[in-house]
């Protein structure tokens, strides 16, 4: 089964500053990776996904992420953050591309300090 | 793009009622939809899965009675609290298969 963790429970960073997320994933074969922002109380909203080719993904919002197979990694960088980009980010994991169904890390809560 | 729609966004109900919540898919046929729970302050853990025409499959732990999924279309699916108590207080939100989308979410509070 898979698995994802995002080490950073809370991370804390200037506007204008660069934002770095981490997610790591446990799973044997390819995996699907997403990245998601939730407001509170909203839904979730895609950034990114990865399914294959080029290892670096751009999504909405200027994010974009990387994986790295090697390091099991897919992080989630933006290079310059907004007050409006503080929310919470859900990086998450699909093992079959038609089955939809995804595993989820525990979250990352951004704030962004004036 | 695939949009799911989700509601009601929030309901109170009291304890030993039951209450339905509704998930659409709005430009997409959805054979399979998910059901997610999120606690405060917590990440999603996926209920169950519905399944269009079919039965649903329930995570473990997951108390199949007390959380009625229904998939009669292929553009909605239902999921019903039955005889709410106040630990089952949450937020529910569901995702279609088009595009990994998620619904906006249902905040259930029981008093």
């Known amino acids: 089964a898979q698995s994802v963790t995002q080490p950073d429970i809370h991370i804390t960073v200037s506007e204008g500053a660069s934002l770095e997320l981490r997610c790591n994933y446990s799973?044997?074969?390819?995996?699907?990776l997403f990245w998601y922002v939730q407001s509170p109380g909203q839904g979730l909203q895609l950034l990114l996904k990865y399914f294959s080719g080029d290892t670096l993904v751009q999504g909405i919002k200027g994010f974009e992420a990387e994986f790295k197979r090697s390091q099991s990694s897919f992080n989630l960088r933006k290079p310059s953050v907004h007050w409006s980009d503080a929310a919470e980010y859900f990086c998450?994991?699909?093992?079959?591309?038609?089955?939809?169904?995804?595993?989820f890390g525990a979250g990352t809560t951004v704030t962004v300090r004036a | 793009g695939a949009v799911v729609s989700q509601h009601p966004s929030w309901v109170i109900c009291k304890s030993g009622t039951s209450v339905k919540i509704e998930c659409r898919s709005l430009d997409f046929q959805a054979t399979t939809m998910f059901w997610y729970r999120q606690f405060p302050k917590q990440s999603l853990m996926l209920m169950a899965t519905s399944n269009e025409g079919s039965k649903a499959t329930y995570e473990q732990g997951v108390e199949k009675d007390k959380f009625l999924i229904n998939h009669a279309s292929l553009t909605l699916s239902t999921l019903t609290v039955t005889s709410a108590h106040p630990e089952d207080s949450s937020f529910y939100i569901c995702?279609?298969?088009?595009?990994?989308?998620f619904g906006s979410g249902t905040r259930l509070t029981v008093v």
């Open positions: 799973y044997g074969a390819t995996p699907y």
């Open positions: 995702s279609g298969g088009g595009g990994y989308t």
């Open positions: 998450a994991v699909g093992s079959d591309l038609n089955d939809y169904k995804l595993s």
